[in-house]
């Protein structure tokens, strides 16, 4: 297993939930949840700064048969700005149900639908990051695949 604080990523059309993960790699925790816009991937690559992890993790929404959805390539899209914008690597890995059993679990936990919805996506990141986490472990591989940069983040190209 390697050594490292990883951000997870969720995305969402509306709002982005960020997780990390310490730098055992053992336990994943809520970081935040950023609006969508223009400020996103700039936000997010300062929680990486700060929390000097060694790569993202981003959910990719496949359907329950594997195949993509609006959701999925909008995941792609997003995963392949935060690439190009960082130097730090970044993994897409699958996150089918994420966000369902994020809402599962905050019910469970006594919340109501219209109160998650500021830390649903927080919950949804935090499952994505520890099931990357638990595949690592499991299997000695990294988990998902690399996006490849189509730009280089230090020299502005």
Do not use: W, Y
């Not at 997780?19 to 336990?27: G, N, S, V």
């Not at 899209?77 to 970044?90: C, G, I, M, N």
């Amino acid at each position: 297993m390697r050594r490292g604080v990883r951000v997870g990523v969720d995305v969402g059309r509306a709002r982005v939930g960020a997780a990390r993960c310490d730098p055992d790699a053992l336990i994943a925790t809520p970081i935040a949840t950023l609006a969508r816009g223009d400020e996103t991937i700039q936000a997010l690559l300062a929680h990486a700064e700060e929390l000097d992890a060694i790569e993202f993790v981003v959910g990719l929404p496949l359907s329950l048969n594997g195949g993509d959805t609006p959701s999925t390539t909008d995941a792609r899209k997003f995963a392949q700005e935060l690439a190009d914008a960082s130097a730090r690597p970044v993994r897409l890995v699958d996150e089918r149900l994420s966000t369902v059993t994020a809402h599962r679990q905050l019910q469970a936990g006594g919340r109501r639908a219209k109160t998650s919805r500021s830390v649903v996506d927080q919950v949804a990141a935090v499952i994505i990051l520890q099931n990357a986490l638990d595949s690592e472990r499991t299997s000695g591989r990294p988990p998902g695949a690399v996006v490849p940069r189509t730009k280089d983040p230090e020299r502005g190209l």
